[in-house]
């Protein structure tokens, strides 16, 4: 039984390149919801989507984040240009009700 | 003021220990809470529901106090293995979908 599935799980780049996270929800889960989690921080939500649609992006940090379902077996956040503090850790997550399912997160360094 | 709020802890306890975090919440059309465990450098994963009444599974308890808007998580016998962070998530459920709020999380070590 395949649970969500995020890729890559690490990720180190430059300040300034463009990142792409990805991530396959559960088959048949209606919810995607896009995570950041960082020590000072904790467990931010960034975006969540409802039947693929984006319902609720006011956790996205600014314009150089953006998230995209096009369809329900998919989806990505992506950040252009990237800066350091972007760095932490990104968790997909999907439902088909109140429980989240999480993937096992992508860990992302911007130096 | 933050619409969940956990105390960070840490809390250190000895095994057999027993041990208890509160979580409060701001949102009174709040519907639905759980404690979710997250260990050092995984996904959080659900731990429990919380329910109205009340609700037991082994070691540990969760109790739900909508009056004064807070939930509670007990653990019982602690093992070394439930060292982890706990994290109490809030839902409200809206036309749009379920709007799910965590906790920053109350980070437990065990000790021998």
């Known amino acids: 039984d395949a649970g969500v599935i995020q890729s890559p799980r690490h990720e180190v780049t430059e300040m300034g390149q463009e990142v792409t996270l990805r991530c396959k929800p559960i088959?048949?889960?209606?919810?995607l919801f896009w995570y950041r989690q960082t020590m000072m921080r904790g467990l931010e939500l960034l975006i969540y989507?409802?039947?693929?649609?984006?319902?609720?992006d006011s956790g996205m940090p600014e314009d150089r984040f953006s998230a995209k379902m096009p369809n329900a077996s998919f989806s990505t956040l992506k950040i252009q240009p990237s800066e350091p503090r972007d760095s932490a850790v990104y968790f997909c997550?999907?439902?088909?009700?109140?429980?989240?399912?999480f993937g096992n997160g992508t860990r992302l360094t911007v130096t | 003021r933050k619409e969940v709020e956990q105390d960070p802890g840490p809390f250190n306890v000895p095994e057999g220990a027993t041990v208890a975090f509160n979580c409060t919440y701001s949102?009174?059309?709040?519907?639905?809470f759980f404690w979710y465990r997250q260990d050092c450098r995984k996904e959080p994963k659900l731990l429990m529901s919380?329910?109205?009444s009340g609700n037991e599974d082994g070691r540990f308890t969760a109790q739900l106090n909508r009056a004064s808007q807070y939930i509670s998580l007990l653990i019982r016998d602690s093992k070394l293995s439930d060292s982890a962070t706990y994290l109490c998530?809030?839902?409200?459920?809206?036309?749009?979908?379920?709007?799910?709020?965590f906790g920053g999380g109350t980070r437990l070590m065990v000790k021998p």
């Open positions: 989507f409802n039947n693929n649609v984006p319902i609720d």
């Open positions: 949102n009174s059309a709040s519907q639905s």
């Open positions: 088959s048949g889960h209606n919810s």
């Open positions: 998530v809030v839902n409200i459920r809206t036309i749009a979908g379920n709007m799910l709020t």
């Open positions: 919380v329910y109205s």
């Open positions: 997550a999907s439902s088909l009700s109140a429980v989240l399912h």
